[in-house]
T-cell receptor
Framework: GAVVSQHPSRVICKSGTSVKIECRSLDFQATTMFWYRQFPKKSLMLMATSNEGSKATYEQGVEKDKFLINHASLTLSTLTVTSAHPEDSSFYIC????????????FGQGTRLTVV | GENVEQHPSTLSVQEGDSAVIKCTYS??????FPWYKQELGKRPQLIID?????GEKKDQRIAVTLNKTAKHFSLHITETQPEDSAVYFC??????????FGTGTSLTVIP
């Protein structure tokens, strides 16, 4: 089946620094990728929709200047958490939609971000 | 926009019994309904899905039913096993749109 690889799986950073998370579709082209944030024992909260070659669409309440999304190719989207603070600590998951499999969407492994 | 509600939030069943999780959605334009299983700290995995032109789909011990008129769909797991313990999410999708996830159900199968 379709594989989405997310890297890194865990990252610890200091307050004020920036962290980049990569999401790659390994065996299919993903014109659309989604970035989610998940709090412990909670559902997936959509942060933004990333379309290849265009600006990401952010959900209400998500700071676009803080969570920079770049979708430079059909297989790669990146999320950069800028000037991270402890409250940004969370589990971030990407997903990619493979048009060749209906509306199938496949998730990356997730990134556990801890800001200290 | 779409609103997906999921019940129950927690569910405990004895091994071998059945488990049922229900979701409702608000937008009749939604036409694809996947179910995901998420183990602690891992990615959600698609376990079964159903499209709006189908009323029921089954895959071994897992089945999903869809009632378009009432705008609800359900996940049925029969002969539950301890490894079925996880959090399950339903979702609704509209063509050209995004996924809307339910709030999740934490299923515990007691050996």
């Amino acid at each position: 089946g379709a594989v989405v690889s997310q890297h890194p799986s865990r990252v610890i950073c200091k307050s004020g620094t920036s962290v980049k998370i990569e999401c790659r579709s390994l065996d299919f082209q993903a014109t659309t990728m989604f970035w989610y944030r998940q709090f412990p024992k909670k559902s997936l909260m959509l942060m933004a929709t990333s379309n290849e070659g265009s600006k990401a669409t952010y959900e209400q309440g998500v700071e676009k200047d803080k969570f920079l999304i770049n979708h430079a190719s059909l297989t790669l989207s990146t999320l950069t958490v800028t000037s991270a603070h402890p409250e940004d600590s969370s589990f971030y998951i990407c997903s990619a939609r493979d048009r060749t499999i209906g509306q199938g969407t496949f998730f990356g492994q997730g990134t556990r971000l801890t800001v200290v | 926009g779409e609103n997906v509600e999921q019940h129950p939030s927690t569910l405990s069943v004895q091994e071998g019994d059945s488990a049922v999780i229900k979701c409702t959605y608000s937008d009749s334009a939604s036409n694809y309904f996947p179910w995901y299983k998420q183990e602690l700290g891992k990615r959600p995995q698609l376990i079964i899905d159903i499209r709006s032109n189908v009323g029921e789909k089954k895959d071994q011990r897992i089945a999903v039913t869809l009632n378009k008129t009432a705008k609800h769909f359900s996940l049925h797991i029969t002969e539950t096993q301890p490894e079925d313990s996880a959090v399950y999410f339903c979702a609704a999708w509209q063509t050209g749109n995004q996924f809307y996830f339910g709030t999740g159900t934490s299923l515990t199968v007691i050996p």
